[in-house]
DNA sequence: ACAAAAGTGTTAATTTTACACCCATGC
DNA sequence: GCATGGGTGTAAAATTAACACTTTTGT
């Protein structure tokens, strides 16, 4: 983030600023955390313990830490997306995916008070997701498929941040930072292809997506790894994100 | 928006809870309005008057309107953009586009307090670009060329946020409703050919553009209009935007 | 008549899609 | 050997890109 300097006129102002002339709204981040499970794709609920909306399902997030002082303003709005994911799953940092789809402040989408909220879409590998459900409290946090996460009545307008998460989603499978996001450290076509079959909820010509993705390849996105897989038939070659080759 | 009837429980914790427990951030809309003239993309900067960043340009926008009680909760997102849309162009209402790109709220971006920022991007069309500079104080508001404006060291990082509505502006070029939105309200093909050649810095080729735009006609989006231009060759046929034909 | 730009036609290149078929492995 | 799914080949279809050519206007 590109920052000018202030010039001295400047400086002055700051000191004497009165803040709070205005009121201000709360701020809050909220996170639809995707994963794939059991070739579904999923999503952290949290079920509420207080009001309001208490005991319904909600994304999970929480307050942007904000500083008292101007000298020390918080946490940035990434920040407090990437320590709630953190906080939430109880995962150990590796950030695997995390953008921000926008923000939400429709007047009395909470009751208590004017609060605006940005939203994020994160995504976790398959096999850390199943360590989450463990880690909690598993009456307080679950893994919900969409398609049942969007049954069921959300708490404040978190149905409409799911769905603008999960159209961005889709609109950024084609990346590879994304697409690799949803499988192992090291995985085979077929498996990325599952995963791609899952969220556009179609079914894809093995060969067809075999040569998209064999671009990556050959632009060196990705390698060939050890390994084997266990499978019933023809083993698949085995690939990894290759950073620095 | 859809939300969610309280439970008696909610609504009982509603009237005891107490605000402020916190600090707040400010929350800011600031817009990118960008049209074309003189056949150059241009977006509107507003020379700062006050501190900080005194006499710096950078993009309209203002606070948003916050109630102050929980029953008054203030106004939308969309519609304080809305507001300082027309607040800074002093145009009619006629919302032409305005579509969110996101929240911008990094420590720091304002020394005065922590402030986050809501982005827009906005479309006015030529004819009333035109008559905006005229409507203000000159050396208030200025139609900057972008690629001025992004030489230009503007406060804030509104230089992030003017990069991302611009790159935001040509993914949705392809899409109707905006494309339409900087020419008039009747239109020639290569009025708007010239349009999308601004936008995109490069040269189209008159009959593949022609072709696509077609589409759009065969779908009944526009239909022809009556209307000639005065042109130094062949006159173009005139269309117009096509809602309810 | 001439220049200029609209509009039309045509063809090659590229990408997408569909589907046949071979191959390696576990059982 | 046989079923299963990985991997390869190929050809039609659709889209994109490049460019020649015809038409209509003002001068």
Chains 1, 2 share one sequence.
């Not at 600023?17 to 999923?42: E, K, S």
């Not at 946090?141 to 959300?154: I, M, N, P, Y």
């Not at 040569?211 to 990556?216: A, G, I, K, N, Q």
Request: hydrophobic share 40%; net charge positive; charged share 30%.
């Amino acid at each position: 983030m590109s920052r000018v300097r202030l010039t001295d006129e400047d400086a002055r102002f700051v000191e004497k600023y009165r803040p709070d002339a205005y009121p201000r709204p709360a701020v809050t981040v909220d996170l639809a955390i995707f994963t794939v499970i059991d070739a579904r794709l999923v999503t952290l609920l949290i079920k509420r313990k207080e009001a309001p909306y208490r005991g319904r399902w909600a994304l999970p997030g929480g307050f942007v830490r904000v500083g008292s002082s101007r000298k020390d303003q918080g946490e940035s709005l990434d920040d407090a997306a990437s320590r709630e994911l953190r906080e939430e799953t109880g995962l150990p940092l590796d950030p695997g995916y995390l953008e921000q789809v926008g923000a939400f402040g429709e007047p009395n989408r909470d009751p208590r008070m004017r609060v605006i909220s940005v939203g994020y879409f994160a995504l976790v590998r398959p096999a850390l997701g199943a360590l989450v459900q463990a880690g909690t409290d598993a009456s307080h946090a679950e893994w919900v498929s969409v398609k049942d996460a969007q049954k069921r009545t959300l708490a404040f307008d978190h149905e409409s941040i799911l769905t603008t998460a999960l159209a961005r989603l889709r609109e950024r499978l084609g990346s590879s930072s994304v697409a690799f996001a949803l499988v192992g450290k090291t995985f085979t076509i077929p498996e990325l292809r599952a995963v791609h079959e899952v969220i556009h909820n179609q079914v894809l010509d093995p060969g067809n997506f075999r040569r998209r993705f064999l671009r990556w390849l050959e632009d060196g996105v990705i390698e060939e790894a050890p390994g084997r897989r266990i499978t019933p038939s023809k083993p698949a070659s085995v690939y990894r994100f290759c950073k620095s080759c």
